[in-house]
């Protein structure tokens, strides 16, 4: 992959400086339990991987209260009409994009209204494009080019903490007034953009020297699964813990529509199927029909004065028989 006009014209005092700063980065340093790993047997590697994977967890669950903020932020946001914006670059930026493209299956969303940014676009997600990540004004033109507000929240994404793509992109957005939340896998201290909220869970130093796909990449997608299905929950996309605003877009999920309101309201396949049919396929729509024993239109007006959430549309259901 060529690398950006930016890198290929560094001086060799602009290169001595990234070697220096990357020195000081805890993705950046050797991994003193596998330094013999080229001499392991196939065993040995799996179990030196599988003996580092097991420290992620440990390092996601120090920064809770730091996502738990990051949650609140984001419904504050879904609330106001606003999005959740993910800015990476090669895998973290990968990790965005598929954490914002399951939000419109599992939960029903708008896609707008989480997305996921990656430095070279589209065909990045597919193909390396590495030197795309040097710029930071292009972070900057990528929320630009999305009409991004301050009603947004702005999550940037890089193990390193110091990719420039998505450190233009934080100050443009803070500048706009955005909440700016940063997950990296180094010290806050050392991040390249000031932001409200920094989730940084450290898992040490990589297998490979500087492969952050790997723990660093595993810790990315646990904090990203937290921030959006901890948002969708507060925002009633869930009853009891089913998902109840899936889109029946596949075999698999049709199915699962029926099963979830055969155990959630206890009915027969038959009318699963049938209250479903009557609710346009919307399954909380259908699940309010069964457990608040009212037809659908009921059911929707129930739904909208509870601003979308299951349980107290039910109890209103059942409190005016």
Known sequence: MPASSSSLNASPSDNASLSDDLKTRATEQRNPHSQ?????????????ISTEDHRVPIAVRRELPRI????????????????????????????????????PPTFGTDPEQVQGIIAGGREAVFRSQEGAEDEPDDGAQALQSIDCTARDVVCGIAASGRTPFVGGALDYARK??????????????????????????????????GSTRMKSGTAQKMVLNMLTTASMIRRGTVY???????????????????????MAADADYATAERTLQA??????????MLL??????????????????????????????
Do not use: W
Request: some cysteine; aromatic content about 2%; glycine content about 8%.
């Open 36 to 48: 013999h790993i080229d001499t392991a047997s196939t065993q040995e590697i799996l179990d030196i």
């Open 240 to 262: 009891e813990n089913m998902m109840v605003d899936l889109q029946r877009t596949s075999t698999k999920l049709v199915e699962r529509a029926r099963r979830t309101l055969m």
């Open 279 to 288: 609710a346009d396929g919307h399954v909380k729509t259908a699940l309010v």
């Open 292 to 321: 608040g024993e009212v037809d659908a239109s009921r059911a929707r007006r129930l739904l909208d004065a509870s601003d979308g959430f299951a349980r107290p549309a039910i109890q209103d259901a059942l409190i005016s028989r």
């Open 68 to 103: 738990a903020q990051a949650v609140d932020a984001i419904v504050d946001a879904f609330e106001a009409g606003g999005r959740l914006l993910y800015v990476g670059a090669g895998t973290s930026g990968r990790l965005g994009v598929l954490d914002a493209s399951e939000c």
């Open 176 to 209: 706009l007034g955005c909440t700016t939340v940063y997950v990296a896998c180094t010290p806050p201290a050392t991040l390249n953009a000031e932001v409200d909220i920094a989730i940084c869970p450290i898992v040490g130093p990589e297998v490979i020297m």
